[in-house]
């Protein structure tokens, strides 16, 4: 339970996960509250994107539970957990390329305070492309079309797995800020997967990092920042340095 009193907006409790037969996430508990930015930091191969996509309802769950604003949506199909209020930027974006700006985001809005206006009014250049095919993009749009996209579904939780990657600097500061934006103001909770520690610390309110499928270290991104021998300890990057 969070402070307030009111249930974890996501509580994952004792859940073993994985592929086929191969367990990657042996014993995963994690809870997040409404307003929280979570940075899921960890080297390749850690079990990063299993725990998003065990989230998203598209991987073997062997045991444990998944709840969403106190319901559980542990037997839920991706689709339904969609709808229920999971939102999932996805690293290969996933918009529909044959449609336009507009046309992505109406295909899966959702009753709720994200309408397609709301998004327009996060991402300005989005209504400029608003009658543009999802093709026509450039990356940093297509990055923004895809959050606005899951945004229209009016989500409880946001999951973002390495949203900022292979965009220009200053499109990473903006889709960065607009995600803090949202989390704050939309009362939902994130989840971002980043490689890169330092672009995620200043948003973050909460680091974990996984190491072969496992939290080995939760804490406020403010310790984190006071002590970078931790970064330096569980992903081989120096603090301030670390690019």
């Known amino acids: ?3 307030s009193g009111a249930p974890d907006l996501l509580a994952i409790e004792s859940l073993r996960a994985g592929y086929g037969e191969a367990v990657v996430l042996p014993n995963m508990s994690l809870r997040l509250a409404k307003g929280q930015v979570l940075a899921l930091l960890g080297r390749n191969g850690t079990g990063k994107t299993t725990l998003i996509n065990s989230i998203v309802g598209v991987t073997r769950r062997f045991s444990g539970t998944i ?5 559980d949506v542990t037997s839920l199909r991706a689709d339904q957990r969609a709808r229920a209020g999971i939102g999932w930027v996805p690293q290969e974006r996933n918009i529909f390329r044959s449609l336009t700006v507009e046309e992505n985001m109406t ?5 709720g305070p994200w309408t397609v206006e709301k998004v327009y009014e996060m991402f300005p250049r989005l209504e400029e492309r608003r009658r543009n095919f999802g093709n026509q ?3 940093g749009e297509q990055q923004m079309l895809a959050i606005g996209r899951a945004l229209t579904l009016n989500p409880k939780v946001l999951l973002l797995d390495e949203p900022t990657e292979g965009l220009a600097p200053i499109i990473v500061e903006e889709l960065l800020r607009a995600i803090g934006t949202i989390t704050r103001a939309g009362g939902i909770c994130s989840i971002i997967v980043e490689q890169n520690a330092q672009k995620i610390l200043g948003l973050a309110d909460r680091v974990v990092i996984l190491e072969r499928g496992t939290i080995v270290h939760d804490a406020p991104s403010a310790a984190l920042k006071a002590d970078p021998s931790v970064l330096e300890r569980h992903l081989g990057v120096a603090g301030a340095a670390g690019h």
């Open 107 to 111: 295909a899966v809005a959702q009753p």
């Open 67 to 71: 709840a969403l604003g106190g319901a």
């Open 137 to 139: 993009l450039s990356g």
């Open 1 to 3: 339970m969070s402070d």
